[in-house]
């Protein structure tokens, strides 16, 4: 293969692992939004949380597996305790209140974590069986980049199966249509919302833990992909799954060809291609119309 295709391939790989990584955050968000009703401003925040996390643990026991296991389940921990003892209170307040409330929970979040770590980036360090290139079909492909893309596809099957094929899933999509008549069946609504809210902080602790090694751990984390994770649930349409998937893949795409061939105006690239959607479909791509 010659040297430009090859770029253009490993330009593309580079993309998809940025685009899995947002649908990791993108999705754990649109759950929460899609099934709750809740905007969580905090969402970007907790993947920062959980990077930090991830960076203490393989601090303390050198294992990067046990951190990408442990990480995210502490921050998920974190995520439900704000749901149980802050969120529920607010929601007589509608919207604004659970705003105004999750934006002052980021702050906190990140006063915390340069209070306890610091402002200077940490760098996390992959596994050893992860490091280096893979040599296939004439290319080499990096390594850490394609574990990634396959831990992302891993979790989107583990949502897909827990949503649509268990009972938990069958309770929490009834939950969504019609609470009071799920609540009058006996089961505990606020306890599967909890779940869901659980959940969906979750993976956005994976993709914080994954995304380390290669960004590194430091305070503008969150704002560096929490951004782009907002502007994808927007695209894809509020509470759909396959419109984050399918639009975190086109933002991933366009931020590592653009960075790469018109690096001045890549950050361009993706508000614009929100611009075009939102202009021809206000709802998203994959968003239902309201009414």
Known sequence: MDPTTAMYVAQGIHGLAYGMVLFLIASGLNVIFGMMGVLNLAHASFFMLSAYLGFQFVSLTGNFWMALLLAPVA?????????????????????????????????????????????????????????????????????????????????????????????????????????????????????????????????????????????????????????????????GGFGSLIGAFIVSIIFGLLSSYGIQFISQFAPVLIVGFMAIVLAIRPHGLFGAREG
Not at 174 to 187: K, R
Not at 201 to 230: E, R, S
Request: proline share 4%; net charge positive; hydrophobic share 60%.
């Open 75 to 235: 921050t998920a921990v974190c995520g439900v305790l704000m749901e149980r003892f802050l969120l529920r209170k607010v929601h007589a307040f509608g919207h604004m209140g659970e705003l105004i409330l999750t934006v002052g929970v980021a702050q906190v979040l990140l006063a915390g974590v340069k209070g306890i770590w610091g402002s200077e980036s940490l760098p996390l360090k992959m596994p050893p069986i992860l490091e280096g290139q893979v040599f296939v079909a004439g290319l080499n492909y990096p390594i850490y980049r394609l574990f990634i893309i396959g831990l992302a596809l891993v979790v989107m099957a583990i949502m897909a199966l827990l949503l649509y094929q268990t009972r938990l899933g069958k309770i929490v999509r009834a939950a969504v249509s019609d609470a009071g008549m799920v609540n009058a069946l006996g089961i505990n609504i606020p306890l599967v919302f909890m779940v869901v809210f659980g959940i969906g902080i979750w993976m956005a602790g994976v993709a914080g833990v994954a995304i380390a090694p290669i960004l590194t751990v430091f305070p503008g984390l969150a704002d560096q992909v929490g951004m782009d994770a907002f502007i994808v649930v927007v695209t």
